[in-house]
């Protein structure tokens, strides 16, 4: 009798060893995971087990070690001994709980989770191996803790958020296990693992750290990638419905001005257009005194200039991710323990400046596409520049049918559309320049890079909406010009987004298709129907 064939998929296994987690890797932990499980390597956990040896023989030695024998924060001047050691640290957990506001979307929590056990990793914390392979048993056991996203300034990093993954790693708060709320007590005996007791500066270097914005800044710049392709179908397909001048993107004038982000942005709107962007229109009048032109010689900023927006979110993605895979393979927090030296070393590791930086520039760089794709959208919507195409976008009606002058079509979309891209330019404010000196003036400048990393992913999901109605005018516009105007890659577009969001035939509400098509661009499913179509054509 054969076997049946398992089908389930098989899992792959990222090898945490606090030096070559990638982006990509927690992205995938955090939003797919079960295609993935986590596991300790071994030279990392020898590392971590040689630096928690370190540890104890210091706190036996009768050395003050911050946080470990002494108070936290300004109370670093009373010294407990040995025996207070672990009550320390429980009591640290249970001071922090305190954030408010909404709780962190389940990814979040992951990747915040997969970060926080990689950095432990690099082995300078002085924890135990077990610490960190309790922590990689709640991620594969999809246990995960209710973190609210408030409460946190990012220096002494994230606190108050990382407290809660403490807790629950000693049975203690409320998590998500597969998905059902419950105490982490509950989830932990349903899942078969035991609770931890911490010992000395495990609560610490729990929540010691810049795991928690840098969960929140891997998945806003993960998103950001496919709104910059999303953008630059977009004002491929605003050329294609408009007819518009493809010579905008003709290689030469790239060439002559290369920035890394501008020439990709540019190769991306060329592929998509299958056009020839080199040719002129081989109209010559040499002896015309004057002619009104039947179309312009350039086409709008918002289309003619759009690699020149979407470039510079490239190229900032490019350097944020730079500092962001640096930040996670990083032992962030304080302090750490050198144990070819025998000594603790006091810093402040846990400050998360890099982060606030890159999120205050990646937000900036977001809107700035959103209000782009906003404006093009007036010019496909707005029956005094889309070149013919009905007002609104509505579908055509005989003069004489009842219908006539009833229908709206996308005067509601244009709305949202500038609602969001007003919203999120206001977000756009640097988060990194609000520091403020709090917990008694020891903590008297510090990052802000939580709120800047926050701030990021709100910016990322209001320009998915406004790409999404966008992209849904433009297979309206194409539906009503012809699909002639399409080539193959904006037709795959078009058949995607038909997949999901029916031609506008008369007025009704558009809110859920905005939302399916915003997940279709989110989950990369736009992109690779595209890419099918231009996988080797880009230059």
């Given at each position: 009798?054969?076997?049946?064939?398992?089908?389930?998929p098989?899992?792959?296994?990222?090898?945490?060893?606090?030096?070559?987690?990638?982006?990509?890797?927690?992205?995938?932990?955090?939003?797919?995971?079960?295609?993935?499980?986590?596991a300790?390597?071994?030279?990392?956990?020898?590392?971590?087990?040689?630096?928690?040896?370190?540890?104890?023989?210091?706190?036996?030695?009768?050395?003050?070690?911050?946080?470990?024998?002494?108070?936290?924060?300004?109370?670093?001047?009373?010294?407990?001994?040995?025996?207070?050691?672990?009550?320390?640290?429980?009591?640290?957990?249970?001071f922090?709980?305190?954030?408010?506001?909404?709780?962190?979307?389940?990814?979040?929590?992951?990747?915040?989770?997969?970060?926080?056990?990689?950095?432990?990793?690099?082995?300078?914390?002085?924890?135990?191996?077990?610490?960190?392979?309790?922590?990689?048993?709640?991620?594969?056991?999809?246990?995960?803790?209710?973190?609210?996203?408030?409460?946190?300034?990012?220096?002494?990093?994230?606190?108050?958020?990382?407290?809660?993954?403490?807790?629950?790693?000693?049975?203690?708060?409320?998590?998500?296990?597969?998905?059902?709320?419950?105490?982490?007590?509950?989830?932990?005996?349903?899942a078969?693992?035991?609770?931890?007791?911490?010992?000395?500066?495990?609560?610490?270097?729990?929540?010691?750290?810049?795991?928690?914005?840098?969960?929140?800044?891997?998945?806003?710049?993960?998103?950001?990638?496919?709104?910059?392709?999303?953008?630059?179908?977009?004002?491929?397909?605003t050329?294609?419905?408009?007819?518009?001048?493809?010579?905008?993107?003709?290689?030469?004038?790239?060439?002559?001005?290369?920035?890394?982000?501008?020439?990709?942005?540019?190769?991306?709107?060329?592929?998509?257009?299958?056009?020839?962007?080199?040719?002129?229109?081989?109209?010559?009048r040499?002896?015309?005194?004057?002619?009104?032109?039947?179309?312009?010689?350039?086409?709008?900023?918002s289309?003619?200039?759009?690699?020149?927006?979407?470039?510079?979110?490239?190229?900032?993605?490019?350097?944020?991710r730079?500092?962001?895979?640096?930040?996670?393979?990083?032992?962030?927090?304080?302090?750490?323990?050198?144990?070819?030296?025998?000594?603790?070393?006091?810093?402040?590791?846990?400050?998360?400046?890099?982060?606030?930086?890159?999120?205050?520039?990646?937000?900036?760089?977001?809107?700035?596409?959103?209000?782009?794709?906003?404006?093009?959208?007036?010019?496909?919507?707005?029956?005094?520049?889309?070149?013919?195409?009905?007002?609104?976008?509505?579908?055509?009606?005989?003069?004489?049918?009842?219908?006539?002058?009833?229908?709206?079509?996308?005067?509601?979309?244009?709305?949202?559309?500038?609602?969001?891209?007003?919203?999120?330019?206001?977000?756009?404010?640097?988060?990194?320049?609000?520091?403020?000196?709090?917990?008694a003036?020891?903590?008297?400048?510090?990052?802000?890079?939580?709120?800047?990393?926050?701030?990021?992913?709100?910016?990322?999901?209001?320009?998915?909406?406004?790409?999404?109605?966008?992209?849904?005018a433009?297979?309206?516009?194409?539906?009503?010009?012809?699909?002639?105007?399409?080539?193959?890659?904006?037709?795959?577009?078009?058949?995607?987004?038909?997949?999901?969001?029916?031609?506008?035939?008369?007025?009704?509400?558009?809110?859920?298709?905005?939302?399916?098509?915003?997940?279709?661009?989110?989950?990369?499913e736009?992109?690779?129907?595209?890419?099918?179509?231009?996988?080797?054509?880009?230059?």
């Amino acid at each position: 009798m054969a076997t049946p064939t398992d089908h389930r998929p098989q899992l792959r296994v990222v090898q945490l060893d606090g030096r070559t987690l990638t982006l990509d890797d927690i992205v995938g932990l955090a939003r797919r995971p079960e295609l993935r499980a986590v596991a300790l390597d071994e030279k990392a956990a020898r590392r971590i087990g040689e630096s928690n040896e370190l540890k104890h023989r210091l706190i036996d030695s009768g050395a003050p070690i911050y946080g470990v024998t002494s108070g936290f924060g300004d109370s670093n001047r009373r010294q407990v001994s040995k025996r207070k050691t672990s009550d320390l640290q429980d009591n640290l957990v249970r001071f922090l709980s305190a954030g408010v506001g909404p709780y962190a979307e389940p990814d979040v929590v992951r990747a915040t989770m997969v970060v926080r056990a990689n950095c432990l990793a690099r082995g300078h914390s002085g924890v135990r191996p077990e610490l960190v392979s309790g922590l990689l048993d709640l991620i594969n056991a999809d246990v995960l803790p209710m973190i609210p996203e408030r409460g946190t300034v990012g220096a002494s990093g994230d606190l108050v958020p990382l407290s809660y993954l403490a807790a629950a790693l000693t049975g203690h708060g409320r998590v998500l296990h597969r998905g059902e709320e419950t105490s982490a007590a509950e989830a932990l005996t349903a899942a078969g693992l035991h609770p931890l007791e911490l010992e000395a500066k495990e609560g610490l270097a729990m929540v010691n750290g810049t795991s928690f914005m840098s969960g929140f800044a891997v998945l806003a710049l993960q998103d950001a990638a496919e709104l910059a392709f999303a953008a630059d179908l977009c004002t491929a397909m605003t050329s294609q419905v408009l007819l518009g001048n493809p010579g905008h993107f003709a290689p030469f004038l790239f060439d002559a001005k290369p920035h890394d982000g501008v020439l990709h942005s540019a190769s991306v709107i060329r592929a998509a257009l299958f056009a020839d962007t080199t040719a002129d229109d081989g109209v010559r009048r040499p002896d015309t005194d004057f002619v009104e032109l039947e179309r312009p010689i350039q086409d709008a900023y918002s289309v003619r200039c759009a690699p020149h927006v979407t470039g510079v979110l490239r190229d900032t993605s490019d350097w944020a991710r730079h500092w962001l895979t640096v930040e996670v393979n990083s032992a962030n927090d304080n302090p750490l323990f050198e144990v070819p030296a025998g000594a603790v070393r006091n810093g402040g590791n846990f400050y998360g400046g890099h982060v606030a930086q890159a999120m205050d520039a990646l937000k900036t760089a977001v809107a700035s596409v959103g209000d782009l794709l906003d404006r093009q959208l007036e010019l496909v919507v707005d029956e005094k520049f889309n070149n013919g195409l009905t007002p609104n976008l509505i579908p055509r009606v005989e003069d004489g049918d009842y219908e006539a002058g009833l229908f709206h079509g996308f005067k509601g979309m244009q709305i949202v559309a500038s609602s969001l891209a007003a919203e999120a330019l206001k977000w756009t404010m640097p988060a990194a320049s609000f520091s403020r000196s709090t917990e008694a003036h020891n903590q008297d400048k510090v990052s802000m890079g939580t709120i800047a990393a926050r701030d990021a992913r709100s910016v990322v999901h209001l320009v998915q909406r406004i790409t999404a109605i966008h992209l849904i005018a433009l297979c309206q516009a194409a539906d009503l010009r012809g699909h002639d105007v399409l080539s193959a890659p904006t037709a795959a577009a078009h058949g995607a987004v038909r997949e999901v969001c029916d031609f506008l035939d008369r007025d009704r509400a558009m809110d859920s298709d905005i939302e399916r098509v915003a997940s279709l661009i989110g989950s990369g499913e736009l992109r690779a129907a595209v890419e099918l179509y231009t996988e080797g054509v880009t230059r």
